[in-house]
């Protein structure tokens, strides 16, 4: 507990000293998106955060509401635009959740919230990645970010939560500025971001092969 107190402490000093810069940039990234992609701007999705506990994540959006003749939304892929993808690839489209920071549902640092379905498709010691509040950025994320496996991606956030301090919090945000500005590992080949999490699925691939 007096870890996550520190580490708290830590979002808060980092976020309100920084405010002036990513309020700003939060503003005109906002103006951006309204002009290229209409309304809303934002993009609100349930994800489960320190111990599996549900928020709801904002983001800027970065997908259209492209359908189908049947009304359907299109594959993901389809529905990004070049902006979305270059909105994507600089990290900008995270920056609303600095809010989730300030509200303390994120830490600037931790393993990335995932969707809520995945969460009965974790292995038990997959689900340790909730023993710390979900981050902005993380381990995961400068060391490889969207171009590894789902199973490299977890080790990467359980040897976190195991090796967590605000120095390497401080190792992992510098990074983070050198893995946005060489917009590496985006997206794992072929995918807008990652595959679906489905072990069940890739074993019973496995099993008809």
């Known amino acids: ?12 000093a980092v976020v309100l000293l920084a405010a002036p810069l990513w309020l700003a940039l939060l503003l ?3 103006l951006i998106v309204r002009t290229k992609l209409g309304g809303p701007v934002l993009f609100r999705q349930r994800r489960p955060g320190l111990r599996g506990e549900i928020f ?20 993901d892929a389809e529905r990004l635009p070049a902006f979305g993808r270059w909105l994507r690839s600089t990290s900008l489209d995270e920056l609303p959740e600095l809010w989730n920071v300030l ?16 969460m ?7 689900m340790r990645r909730h023993d710390v509040p979900p981050g902005l950025t993380g381990w995961a994320q400068i060391n490889g970010r969207n171009s590894v496996s789902w199973d490299e991606k977890f080790a990467l956030d359980i040897w976190y939560v195991d ?14 500025v050198w893995q946005v500005l060489g917009r590496r590992g ?24």
């Not at 507990?1 to 808060?12: E, P």
């Not at 009965?120 to 997959?126: I, N």
């Open 103 to 118: 509200k303390g549902e994120m830490s600037l640092v931790g393993p990335r919230p995932l969707l809520v379905q995945y």
């Open 163 to 176: 090796h967590r301090t605000i120095g390497l919090d401080i190792r992992i945000l510098w990074g983070t």
């Open 56 to 75: 709801e994540m904002v983001k800027f959006r970065s997908m259209t509401d492209r359908r189908d003749a049947n009304g359907n939304l299109l594959p």
């Open 186 to 209: 985006v997206s794992a080949r072929g995918e807008a971001t990652m595959p679906e999490f489905n072990p069940r699925a890739e074993k019973r691939g496995e099993l008809e092969n």
């Open 120 to 126: 009965d498709r974790y292995t038990s010691e997959q």
């Open 28 to 30: 005109v990234t906002a």
């Open 1 to 12: 507990m007096k870890s996550l107190r520190l580490k708290r402490a830590f979002d808060l």
